[in-house]
């Protein structure tokens, strides 16, 4: 029958068509993340190159050329291993050679964990965090704990010293929300559906001084995925911004 094949045939066309348009995407994805990876990398590099030649010169006769290039030296590798750490988190994971072990556990004991360890990290904020002894959730507990550090780190960048960060968790019918709320600058709305892109910043300047490399809430969503879970974000201009991570 013709015109039973010439459907067929049509429809072949179509699915190959969207198939080679999401390889060509791909590649474009694949293209602007190795771009916009050379370009992070450029720029610590270029500092660093600046500061030898600057020890050189001059930093073997002058005690403050050599202690603030130290000083610059030391933040600007600190942040190359974050960045690099980070590309190659998303790597494994795009691989998928990133394993999920899920394990019960109590939420309540691992938001103990990370208020004593961003406590020493971090003394110009206010901690808190509210949880009932028994709430426990089945996820994988080093990936809970990566992205909820990520989510906090988003929120020490973007509230003034003095600020309060929050952590929260309850269950709701059949699912564990957890939450990370700041009393920060907050965002417009525009940001709102780019702040999971990779290398994305919703303040470049404000970002790269405090030492982010815009992988953060990328790493964040890619984590809640992995975890089956779903995440949201509300905010308000001038009062902070809420991340709501739900697991079923």
Known sequence: DVPEAED???????????MLERIEKAFEAQGRFVSDASHEL??????LQGNANLLDRWGREDKKVL??????IARQTSYMNKLVENLLFLARSDGKRQ?????????????????EEQVLLDEAH????????????????????????????????YTPEGGSISLAAFEDE?????????TGIGMDAEHLAHIFERFYRVDKA?????????????????LVSRNFGAIDVKTVIGQGTCFTVTFP
């Open 8 to 18: 067929e045939l049509r429809s072949l066309a179509l699915t190959i068509n969207g």
């Open 42 to 47: 450029r720029t610590p590099l270029a500092i």
């Open 67 to 72: 202690s603030d290039s130290i000083d610059s």
């Open 99 to 115: 394993e999920l072990k899920k394990a019960t556990f109590f939420v309540k004991k691992l938001f103990e964990e990370l208020l």
């Open 126 to 157: 206010v901690y808190k965090a509210e949880c009932d002894d028994a709430l426990s959730l089945c996820a994988d507990r080093s990936m809970v704990k990566q992205l909820l550090h990520a989510a906090i780190d988003n929120s020490v960048k």
């Open 174 to 182: 059949h699912s564990i929300v957890l939450s990370v709320m700041d």
């Open 206 to 222: 404000r970002s790269r001084q405090a030492g982010g490399s815009g992988l953060g809430l990328s790493i964040v969503h890619d």
